[in-house]
Nanobody, 121 residues
Framework: QVHVVESGGGLVQPGGSLRLSCAAS????????MSWYRQAPGKERELVAA????????NYADSVKGRFTISRDNAKNTVYLQMNSLKPGDTAVYYC??????????????WGQGTRVTVSS
């Protein structure tokens, strides 16, 4: 059974930093492309950052470029989202997304339960 658990959310002042973590188990993590999404109250869920299964090239939403960094540690089955220079507009529930490809090419997608980030003074 696949488990996806996010952690690291909380309340932070504008300009502050947080690091989110997403740990996965029950599958071969190195076969997963990983992404972070967020959903603010009254808004649709949006892609924040993505990193391919082997690491390397990353993608970011324009709104977070230069402030957020996605990384992964395949030895720890964990993906991270370092968030710096946080703004009130970053307030949302952040979700981890796993896009798994089996050796036979079968695709499966998994979501974490979300971790809340609140940026406020």
């Amino acid at each position: 059974q696949v488990h996806v658990v996010e952690s690291g959310g909380g309340l932070v002042q504008p300009g502050g930093s947080l690091r989110l973590s997403c740990a996965a188990s029950g599958l071969t993590f190195s076969r997963c492309a990983m992404s972070w999404y967020r959903q603010a109250p009254g808004k649709e869920r949006e892609l924040v950052a993505a990193i391919p299964s082997a690491g390397g090239s990353t993608n970011y939403a324009d709104s977070v470029k230069g402030r957020f960094t996605i990384s992964r540690d395949n030895a720890k089955n964990t993906v991270y989202l370092q968030m710096n220079s946080l703004k009130p507009g970053d307030t949302a529930v952040y979700y981890c997304n796993l896009d798994y490809r089996s050796p036979f090419g079968v695709r499966s997608v998994y979501w974490g339960q979300g971790t809340r980030v609140t940026v406020s003074s």
